[in-house]
T-cell receptor, first 113, second 118 residues
Framework: GENVEQHPSTLSVQEGDSAVIKCTYS??????FPWYKQELGKRPQLIID?????GEKKDQRIAVTLNKTAKHFSLHITETQPEDSAVYFC????????????FGTGTRLQVML | GAVVSQHPSRVICKSGTSVKIECRSL??????MFWYRQFPKQSLMLMAT?????????EQGVEKDKFLINHASLTLSTLTVTSAHPEDSSFYIC??????????????FGEGSWLTVV
């Protein structure tokens, strides 16, 4: 089955700096890679996703890059703000109606004032 | 985005009793829903895949007789924790796949349910 590794486990940045979180996956059949933000005690919220037919996707301050050859993908947050502080999870899944997401172990991001 | 609703958000039960958690897709039909368990400061661990009209598919190590899943309609899946014990205390969260239009693989999560077994 799929195995997703995520680094770092914790990340502290100064407000305004950029944050980068990296994930690797093992199953070459995976072609859907979402990123979720989870605040304490709340549901994961989809913040951006990328499919294997593109290498990069951007939405305002958030971008995701995908390297299918190397089987890794990254989340980039620019101009970080205190409200970006949360736990971020990457995930991978093959296409299909019953395909399940395999999650990374999470990164706790703290944006310091 | 699509809406997935989960109920109850918090429940406390006595050891040995059973607890039912509901997961509903409010504005779309979901033939497949997923149930996760999350311990504090840990990732989401898939417990089972709920399939409408058929038996759920359980992940390795998850007891199907303890965690009963029913997906009787295209908008509702339920998870029943039977004979609950304190070690079952956790955050349980469901998700559903939205296949409408160009959503493709987009998966949305319910609010989650905090279960405390005393």
């Amino acid at each position: 089955g799929e195995n997703v590794e995520q680094h770092p486990s914790t990340l502290s940045v100064q407000e305004g700096d950029s944050a980068v979180i990296k994930c690797t996956y093992s199953d070459s059949a995976s072609n859907y890679f979402p990123w979720y933000k989870q605040e304490l005690g709340k549901r994961p919220q989809l913040i951006i996703d990328i499919r294997s037919n593109v290498g990069e996707k951007k939405d305002q301050r958030i971008a995701v890059t995908l390297n299918k050859t190397a089987k890794h993908f990254s989340l980039h947050i620019t101009e970080t703000q205190p409200e970006d502080s949360a736990v971020y999870f990457c995930a991978a899944s093959p296409t299909g109606t019953a395909s399940k997401l395999t999650f990374g172990t999470g990164t706790r991001l703290q944006v310091m004032l | 985005g699509a809406v997935v609703s989960q109920h109850p958000s918090r429940v406390i039960c006595k050891s040995g009793t059973s607890v039912k958690i509901e997961c509903r897709s409010l504005d779309f039909q979901a033939t497949t829903m997923f149930w996760y368990r999350q311990f504090p400061k840990q990732s989401l661990m898939l417990m089972a895949t709920s399939n409408e009209g058929s038996k759920a598919t359980y992940e390795q190590g998850v007891e199907k007789d303890k965690f009963l899943i029913n997906h009787a309609s295209l908008t509702l899946s339920t998870l029943t924790v039977t004979s609950a014990h304190p070690e079952d205390s956790s955050f349980y969260i469901c998700s559903a796949r939205d296949l409408r239009g160009g959503s493709g693989n987009t998966i949305y999560f319910g609010e989650g349910s905090w279960l405390t077994v005393v």
